[in-house]
Nanobody
Framework: VQLQAFGGGLVQAGGSLRLSCAAS????????WGWFRQAPGKERESVAA????????QYADSVKGRFTISRDNAESTVALQMSSLRSGDTAVYYC????????????????????WGQGTQVTVSS
């Protein structure tokens, strides 16, 4: 499964940024998807996840109310809309996917994911 993440960049604190991740259509609809991030010197942490059917989502407490994950099954893409960005959001962001047997399953733990895209850097300047 090939994953391609894009949309990172430099943004001022309080600003917004939208990340996207594309995958092959053949597997996209059968997978649950997540976004994760890793800041320098820190462990990878969960950000958000969405179920196969797109109806169920989970968010890390640190991003609730500021980030929104969504998926477009027709386009085989998953997006992470980030608003009210803070310097603490600076990290390399990764998208990941994993086969989900049931359409409503949503998983926020990195260990649950089989496939990972390359990271995209998000830098928030204060």
């Amino acid at each position: 499964v090939q994953l391609q993440a894009f949309g990172g960049g430099l943004v001022q604190a309080g600003g917004s940024l939208r990340l996207s991740c594309a995958a092959s259509r053949r597997t996209f609809n059968m997978h649950t998807w997540g976004w994760f991030r890793q800041a320098p010197g820190k462990e990878r942490e969960s950000v958000a996840a969405v179920s196969r059917n797109g109806y169920n989502t989970q968010y890390a407490d640190s991003v609730k109310g500021r980030f929104t994950i969504s998926r477009d099954n027709a386009e085989s893409t998953v997006a992470l809309q980030m608003s009210s960005l803070r310097s603490g959001d600076t990290a390399v962001y990764y998208c990941a996917s994993s086969y989900a047997r049931r359409p409503e399953i949503v998983q926020l733990t990195p260990d649950a994911y089989q496939y990972w895209g390359q990271g995209t850097q998000v830098t928030v300047s204060s």
